[in-house]
């Protein structure tokens, strides 16, 4: 194993990709630093985090919160490189869209003051979604690559879940973006699409429930599978890693692999789990979902990245962390 790589963050460390990326940097021999939301009159149960291999000696644990901008400093003084993870989760909706994306725009943006006013950040690698590129109300019908942006008026013409998040993760990356030209910051984005394969947070990912609402027979979900564009955790951690280590890493990438139909995905589940009761395509024919482009990952594979893990990893290591923490 490599030692002495340097002290990095991890914001948000207590999220699904976030802990797999620490479990990660702690074995390629970084320091790491990551920042948790405190709960006032509540202690949370991170052992998940400190039990890791290495984690007694490499990793420290700060509180910080995207609503206290501030609050990052401490985390992030003395580092030499930035992972920001941390980002509102409300896909409920239980807060105006105004508020969800101030608050992401504005911790985003004090994550950012933070590197830069730490003077030792060589270059911050900022987690985007696949919801700033896919739709792109022009037919849908093209790939997108790192120059799509996706149309915020017609993601809301379809009346679909989940405004919210995604008007507040576009809004945020193109202010980080605007703010990392005008600092001189060394920014690079990861678009990753549905991420799916094991977990080591005690709770169930949205996205492992997503990926596997056939399994679990959460029907309201199934018009999100009529198409899906879907990659490994560990792809998207090593990703991470990689474009903080690779010295002409510049700009945005996606980081997606395989494409799945819902009839696909009902042909795959049936024939591979057969212990559950997958529903048929038959059953599904009804489903009706919304067009988005497809994804390609030729800017990441051209800089020198290879994805390790296909459907079979992705859905194996999903199921087996639900059953070992009693999902399933």
């Known amino acids: 194993m490599e030692e002495g790589k340097g002290l990095v963050c991890v914001t948000g460390g207590t999220g699904f990709v976030a802990s797999w990326l620490i479990m990660r ?3 390629h021999g970084y320091t790491v630093r990551t920042t948790i939301r405190s709960s006032p009159g509540t202690s949370k149960d991170i052992s998940y985090l400190t039990n890791l291999p290495r984690a007694a000696e490499k990793l420290q644990v700060f509180n910080a919160d995207l609503d206290d901008p501030d609050s990052f400093n401490e985390a992030i003084g003395g580092c030499m490189g930035v992972f920001h993870l941390a980002f509102p989760l409300d896909f409920a909706e239980r807060e105006p869209e105004e508020v969800i994306t101030k608050r992401a725009v504005d911790g985003t943006l004090g994550v950012l003051r933070a590197c830069v006013n730490a003077k030792t950040v060589k270059r911050v690698v900022c987690a985007s979604s696949q919801a700033t590129v896919i739709y792109g109300g022009d037919g849908d019908e093209k790939v997108a690559d790192e120059s799509s942006w996706t149309s915020i008026d017609y993601y809301r013409s379809l009346n679909r879940f989940g405004t919210s998040y995604l008007v507040a993760k576009n809004k945020t990356e193109r202010a980080a973006l605007d703010f ?17 394969g094991p977990f080591i947070c005690p709770r169930i990912p949205e996205s492992i429930r997503w990926a596997l609402s056939l399994i679990f027979g959460e029907k309201r979900l199934y018009h999100l599978l009529v198409k899906l564009n879907v990659v490994h955790t560990d792809d998207v951690a090593m990703a991470y890693i990689f474009l903080l280590e690779s010295p002409h890493a510049k700009g945005r990438y996606i980081c997606s692999w395989e494409e799945i139909s819902i009839n696909e995905m009902s042909d795959f589940l049936s024939a591979r789990y057969p212990e559950f ?6 059953s599904l024919k009804d489903i009706k979902g919304f067009k988005m482009r497809s994804l390609s990952p030729k800017k990441l594979l051209d800089c020198g990245f290879k994805f390790e893990h296909g459907l079979v990893d992705m859905f194996d290591g999903a199921i087996q962390s639900c059953k070992e923490k009693g999902f399933l």
Request: net charge negative; glycine share 4%; proline share 12%.
């Open 25 to 27: 940097l702690l074995e």
């Open 180 to 196: 990392a030209e005008q600092y001189g910051l060394d920014l690079v984005f990861l678009i990753p699409p549905l991420i799916v």
């Open 277 to 282: 009761q997958t529903p048929t395509k038959d």
